[in-house]
């Protein structure tokens, strides 16, 4: 039997941490779920990078760049950090370095795992078919925000543990998968009324981006899995073929 296992901020991910696990990692506010949105409107490949001095340097090299930092686009940038940023007409085919504040760090965390995935409400039952395609025990490690829980992650989480312990061949790994499977089983129905409880619900209203939190919250419009492929030294991430 399989292990499903959740993280919920970054700062604990050491403890957590295991080579032969498929890691997936979640930014619902807003990082994975634009990710999964560029991807879906036909970006070629994303490369994130931890840190804005990163993301400058690929600027000034030609690249196109999405780049946020305390949830508002950067000036130097191309693109945000909204799912509505990357259009088919402006993305298609495209390679996009991209930087967040909490996303991009919590991929690269993850990056010597077995598999590193990326994972939203968006692309949920995709990624319950990538997991029991691999096989492996899958470790949901959430973004949080500067290494501190979140609601939306979390929930996420739990949404990903009910959906693998349903196929029969998952188990929970510890406390925090229980906790929260038990945070989704009874707020899944409501979800919008539960986050609006959340820290960065209220961020992303005090900058007029709240704009994106129904699209961030809706499931599956999307079977496209972001995957982390190590090329020529540098992370980037390709749509998953599984």
Known sequence: MMKIDVCFTPALYPFYHTADAVVVVVDIFRATTTM???????????????????????????????????VKRCEFADFGNSPFDYPTDKVLDKKIIFTTTNGTRAITTASEAYRVAVGAFSNLTAVTKYCLHHKHNVIVLCAGYNDRFNIEDSLFGGA???????????ETGSDAAVVAYEMWQSQKDDMIGFINRSEHIWRLRANGLEDSVPFCLTLNTTQKVPELVMLGGVLELFPASF
């Open 36 to 70: 999964c949105a560029a991807f879906e409107n036909g970006v070629q490949s994303m490369r994130p990078v931890a840190t804005l001095g990163e993301a400058r340097a690929y600027k000034w090299q030609g690249w196109l760049v999405g780049a946020e930092r305390n």
């Open 160 to 170: 990903l543990v009910s959906s693998l312990l349903e196929t029969g061949e998952f």
